[in-house]
Every structure is written in C-alpha cells, then in structure tokens.
C-alpha cells in the first residue's frame, strides 16, 4: 500500500524538479536544425525548407559573436538562392544585441523568432518569466513571455516543453506564439513558431505570416 503512494511522490516531485537550462553554443559544436516554413504573401499560400545553423564565433571580454546560417535551401519545391551566414553579437541568455559588421537590424528581427531567450534560474513546471531583448543599437524592443508548460519525450529523451509568446515593439513590429522543447542540458530539440508580419529581408516584399516548424539534427 505504501510502496505505490511513495512511488506516486517520487515521481511527482522529480516531474517538479527545477531544470537548470543553459545555452548550448559551443566553439566546438555546430548546431543545426532542420527548419520548415509554411508562409501567405500577396494572397498566396508559399513553402520553405532550410537547415538553420548557429555557432560561436568568438567569446572574449568584449562581445560574443555567433554566427546564424541558413543553407540548403529550397522554396516552393525548387532550390533557393544561397545566402551567406551572418554574425550577430549576442548576449547572455542567448538574445541578440546587434548584428555584427555591415549587416542592417533587418535581419535581427527575422531571427528574433528562432530565438530561444534562457531563465536566469532554473524553471520547473508553472514557472512563467519574461525578457525584453533591447538591441544595443537603435532598432525595437522586443519582448519574449514563456511558460513551463510540461515535460515530454521526444526520441527516447526526457525534453521539457515550454510555451511562448513575442512582441516587437513599433507599428510594424512582428508578433508571435508558440512551443520549445528542450533538453536537460538546455539544447533546443524541437519547435514549432507561429508569427504575423514577419520581416525576411532576403525574400524581398512585404512582412509576412508564417508557421515556423525546426527539429534538431
């Protein structure tokens, strides 16, 4: 009888247990995760698929430098143009402050939404924070709420599953909601990102509404 109820609290007290989530950028590891876009522009309904690289560049005293890549691209069935990587300096809960070089704040808010933004602290199950990633340079704010919705298993690991919502700052700034999931050791396994009037300054056009859909490889 007492076997199952000590069982019971066991299990409820390590599904509460706090998870000291970290950013998983590494000198020696590239990360990667294979992104799909179903988007609408000018009326029509668009698809895209692209393997999303980040890696760290450099981590001085100064400023950290990660690099953001999208590559393999394809567009509508057909393959896309190639585009080169771009350096962003970020900061410690992985937000990015500016991007790095010659490249204009453009492209800060289109990776906004591929943007995990790390809690200070660890978090476990109910626990809410909110972030207000400021960029260094002049550019909008733009403002990050999550919620620790559950934990999950996805491919045989235990993965905790954390709801989002985003705000850009400004008349023309992008809005957003959905889920992460992450390991114990803070790396991004999966997620799933709906935006409105997002920026994509390569594709040229106008903002546009997009599912955002990545799974780690």
Do not use: C
């Not at 009888?1 to 000590?6: E, G, L, Q, Y």
């Not at 500016?98 to 808010?109: A, E, L, N, Q």
């Not at 626990?127 to 340079?137: G, H, I, L, N, Q």
């Not at 298993?153 to 919502?165: M, R």
């Amino acid at each position: 009888m007492f076997i199952p109820i000590i069982a019971l609290a066991f299990a409820i007290q390590k599904e509460t247990d706090p998870w000291d989530l970290k950013p998983t950028a590494d000198p020696k590891t590239k990360l990667t995760w294979d992104v799909k876009i179903e988007a609408q522009a000018g009326g029509q309904d668009h698809h895209a698929a692209f393997k999303f690289t980040r890696v760290l560049k450099s981590d001085d005293a100064k400023k950290t430098v990660v690099t953001f890549g999208w590559d393999h691209l394809e567009v509508d069935d057909q393959d896309g143009q190639e585009v080169p990587p771009w350096d962003a300096v970020v900061g410690a809960r992985s937000e990015i402050l500016k991007m790095d070089g010659d490249t204009d704040d453009s492209y800060r808010r289109m990776l906004a939404p591929l943007l995990f933004i790390y809690p200070e602290k660890p978090v476990a199950i109910g626990d809410k924070y909110t972030f207000d990633a400021k960029p260094s340079v002049k550019g909008e704010t733009i403002t990050y709420a999550y919620e620790v919705k559950k934990s999950d298993t996805i491919n045989g690991s235990p993965t905790l599953v954390i709801g989002t919502k985003f705000t850009e700052a400004g008349a023309d700034g992008s809005t957003g909601d959905g889920t992460w999931w992450l390991s114990k050791t803070g790396k991004i396994v999966k997620f799933e990102i709906k935006v409105k009037n997002w920026v994509v300054p390569m594709a040229g056009g106008g903002p546009v509404d997009a599912t955002l859909k990545g799974q780690a490889l």
